[in-house]
């Protein structure tokens, strides 16, 4: 591939690298604590599977993309390269997604079901946990990006005569 | 020019290429999977548990309330359903294009919004499903942490329900991520194929 195709995608891939390292090492490092009515609340992100599948996922994406942006761009691997970002995309939004939801219960509460916010309790880990959404959320983005990027280049685009 | 459109058509519509075997297997996958997403929208949105248990004791008479489950209490649900149905509704199109469209010509970028548009609806679909399973083992287990109780004790079959809706969405999601790596490879052994014959070739979904 030519240089003025390889260097968008090298750009969108530190980007997405920079993201979802730092959505894991900000949802890793969340914790805090309160005490109300004599009861200890700590809060850490071990405490939900949601937060562990999230911190998961964007440790192996981050990994994923620091191995890709070393490797030579060769056309045979590229449709194998192609099913792999489609993956890691797809599991970027499905805990991107998950968290959002258990976020938002944390933040609001759920009436019908008896559940208070958390957020009042421990807003220090709140506001952390939001950031770390934040990271991840830009890496999905920017990961969808890649791929049709990479769709872009396999395919063609634009050649198509009418 | 004319010869080669000609070539193109005759093949088409005689013998079987070898392409027609993945496209029969797209189409029999976005049947299955149109059905499962169609399940898992309709397990869902008609998903309503009704209970009245006793909250408390007022001497011997026992003060009793009545809690509904319903699905759209939790954005979780509703986004399931709404991701759900976007995809039967991308697959029902895609059928009803795959039967229809033999005739047209698709020509510039009409080709390629079939493999995009396939993208779109799998993350979708993928980010709603994920969310139902995490909010269901919410309600399943609770969060001893956050003090948050289990439901899943008392509204049983809303919980099994919305169990199966969850099982049939991850049925269908699994199709899509099938169908949409076919569809990418078919557009792009069409447009492999095109650019050795003739710069204006109809393609199929």
Known sequence: MSLSKRIPVFLLRLLALGASVSATVVMVTSRDSAEVFNMKFDAKYTNSPTFKYFALINAIASGYTLILLFFPSKSSCGHFILVLDLIIALLLDSSISACLAIGQVGKNGNSHAGWLPICGQVP??????????VAGFVAAVVYFLILLYTLHNVMNLFTFNG | MASGEEKTEVARSQVPVKGSKVELVVVLLRFIAFFATLSATLVMALNKQTKTITVATIGTVPVRATLTAKFHHTPAFVYFVIANGNASLHNLLMLVVTFMGAKCNFKRLAPLAIPILDLMNVS????GASAAVFMGQLGRNGNSHAR???????????????????????IGLMLMIIICSLSIIKTLRNNHNSDKLVPNSSVVP
């Open chain 1, 124 to 133: 220090k880990f709140c506001n952390h946990v939001t950031g770390a959404l």
């Open chain 2, 124 to 127: 979708i679909l993928s980010g």
């Open chain 2, 148 to 170: 948050w109780n289990k439901i899943c004790d008392k509204f049983e079959s809303f919980c099994d329900r919305s169990g199966g809706a969850m099982i049939a969405s991850f």
